[in-house]
């Protein structure tokens, strides 16, 4: 449950289409969809946290709280120039481009006109460079100006917005718009921003994220709320509504995830016309989901859900790939990595967007427990994201933007795989990645250990390497210096499987030494330290194994390992309907744990009504 979480929208926004995906970069089976390669691209930084971003075209617009941005590879501090809480970059390069608005709060949202003309901003601002502008803004992407005759208002902060044909839905804090009773969600004009008819009865908490449908006939909201125009089943944390009145039509998975209140929430919503992909958090009491679900149009049905441990912040999809970021340190329900003292993150979940698993019974602390439904397939790729400190409460990305080329992570880290790079990452697909994230296990943390099981033999032994975005790698056996043994292996951060390999016919009383060469898909190759060991010969005995131990590996420590989990086999999927389940009233936090300070999620502060 490991609750640490701010109260903002953290859905991503994507203009440009979704195409095809390319990610694991060279998976080892033809049915595993592919991911965008791990190298970290050159991307311009930000001194705070990023809450927002958009694509359009190739311009990336960014919002979130911060001052100050610089370009990639520069250290804080220096080379910098003024960015008040937006700002834009070239998606294909990286670079910083000239777009300065200046707004004097924060950005939580932005979202682009159906034609890419315009962007559309909310959140907790009262100027946007000097300008009066409450809450919303909208920007020429030709020139970047101000709309001057775009001025709708809200009293709260905007949380989240979506555009579709000639209306903007904006949703947030908020209690009226444009001087009218709106209660955290309204709609506007998208070209003049005269308030619309959109609304509903949402008494408490907030709107946190929204999504529209492919024909535009509906608008999916999560939040904080506990009730939707009087229901909670759905309408507790989660609705579907009339895209023109607000009125609630059916969305049958919010029967089930019912996450809203202090101790939970629906922190992001993205879509496609596959369906809906949403996340959420769980810290207590009243929530029960952690992890990301995707349903259908029809209804709301259940498509799939990872119940990965650990927040979830924000997902989208790209081709057959849903890229996801969280805090997540278990993912034993679904054959992933186990729960490790310390505990450790895995920050850059990725999952097929196809169901093609099924859910074990939870058996770790008091989480809902969703064995027996539908999930997805978690794909290799795991970039190294650290946290940061800017909002006290030890996260590192916050949200995603994608197309079908890259790949975009957003939030308030410092380094990405083992470099300095903050608040801003991109990857890209392998064809125009560079590629050249290999194996990370090095020298010694990469020694064979030999030993000789009979005579004129040496038996060669090795733990896996492990790679951020390929899970299949070559090895060759070294015997003084020559290669006598090619194999694959799989293997991930998190499972490193233990390889070996026996040399017969060697001369007794000869001293060999052997060194296990890693190499992935794309030719990156490592060679381990070497190790040594004199054969026996004549009768055959058993000699003691000489055993080297390995060193940490270099780059990341190794997590807890687990037997090579086997696959779960296809089952028939559960009815589309699911009754009603009520949040368990005594989910506490995993026994013997307690949330570390910065853990307590902390309220923001709204800019005062105009």
Not at 21 to 41: G, W
Not at 224 to 239: C, D, L, Q
Not at 261 to 267: D, K, M, Q, R, S
Not at 368 to 378: D, E, M, Q, S
């Amino acid at each position: 449950m490991t609750a640490v979480v701010a109260f903002a929208v953290m859905a991503s926004a994507i203009f440009t289409g979704a195409g095809v995906a390319q990610a694991d970069t060279a998976p080892p089976s033809a049915s595993t969809p592919k991911t965008v390669a791990a190298d970290a691209l050159p991307t311009a930084q930000i001194n705070g946290v990023v809450w927002s971003q958009v694509i359009v075209g190739n311009t990336v617009y960014v919002g979130g709280e911060f001052t100050r941005a610089r370009p990639a590879g520069a250290a804080a501090g220096t080379s910098e120039v003024s960015r008040n809480n937006l700002m834009a970059y070239n998606l294909s390069t990286g670079v910083m481009t000239s777009f300065n608005p200046s707004v004097n709060g924060v950005v939580r949202a932005i979202t682009a006109s159906p034609d890419g003309s315009r962007i559309y901003v909310g959140g907790g601002f009262s100027t946007v460079g000097g300008v009066s502008r409450s809450r919303l803004a909208a920007f020429s992407t030709a020139s970047g100006a101000l709309l001057s005759d775009w001025t709708p208002t809200a009293n709260g902060t905007v949380r989240a917005l979506g555009a579709f044909g000639s209306t903007v839905y904006a949703g947030g804090s908020f209690t009226s718009a444009s001087g009218q009773s709106r209660q955290k969600a309204a709609s506007f004009s998208a070209s003049t921003g005269a308030l619309g008819t959109w609304k509903g009865t949402i008494p408490d908490g907030a709107v946190n994220a929204l999504t529209i449908s492919p024909n535009g006939d509906r608008v999916v909201i999560g939040g904080s709320f506990t009730s939707y125009n009087g229901a909670r089943a759905p309408g507790y944390g989660m609705a579907a509504t009339n895209s023109s009145t607000g009125a609630a039509v059916a969305w049958n998975i919010g029967k089930l995830i019912k996450n809203a209140g202090p101790n939970g929430a629906i922190l992001s919503l993205t879509s496609d016309a596959d369906g809906v992909y949403g996340t959420g958090y769980d810290f207590g009491a009243g929530a029960m989901f952690e992890g990301t679900f995707r349903a259908s149009w029809s209804s709301g049905n259940i498509v799939w859900i990872e119940d990965c441990h650990g927040d979830t912040y924000s997902a989208v999809p790209v081709g057959d790939v849903v890229y996801t970021t969280a805090h997540a340190h278990f993912c034993g329900n679904i054959g992933g990595f186990p729960e490790t003292k310390p505990r450790s993150y895995h920050r850059t979940l990725t999952f097929s967007k196809a169901a093609t698993c099924t859910i074990t019974r939870n058996v770790t602390g008091s989480y809902f427990n969703f064995g027996g439904r539908p999930c997805p397939t978690l794909l290799a790729f795991y970039p190294d994201i650290n946290t940061g400190t800017y909002t006290g409460q030890g996260q590192g990305p916050w949200n995603l933007a994608a197309n079908s080329q890259y790949v975009l992570y957003g939030g308030e880290f410092t380094i990405v795989n083992n470099k300095r790079q903050q608040g801003l990452t991109r990857f890209a697909v392998s064809s125009i990645a560079p590629d050249k994230e290999g194996p990370k296990a090095t020298g010694t943390s990469f020694r064979p250990t030999l030993s000789i099981p009979s005579a004129n033999s040496v038996k060669v032994t090795w733990k896996s390497n492990y790679d951020r975005d390929n899970e299949q790698l070559t090895y060759q056996v070294l015997r003084n210096g020559v290669v006598v043994r090619t194999q694959t292996g799989l293997s991930v951060d998190w499972r490193r499987p233990t390889l070996s390999w026996t040399d017969t016919g060697r001369s007794g009383g000869t001293t060999y030494t052997y060194q296990v060469r890693a190499t992935d898909p794309f030719g990156n190759t490592v060679t381990g330290s070497s190790a040594s060991i004199r054969a026996t010969g004549a009768a055959i005995k058993t000699a003691p194994d000489q055993t080297i131990t390995p060193d940490a590996p270099a780059q990341a420590p190794d997590a807890t390992l687990t037997p090579d989990v086997a696959p779960v086999p296809d089952v028939a999927p559960l009815p589309d309907v699911v009754p009603d389940v009520v949040p368990e009233p005594g989910v506490q936090q995993e026994p013997g744990t307690k949330p570390v300070p910065d853990d307590a999620p902390a309220p923001l502060p709204e800019v005062p009504a105009a």
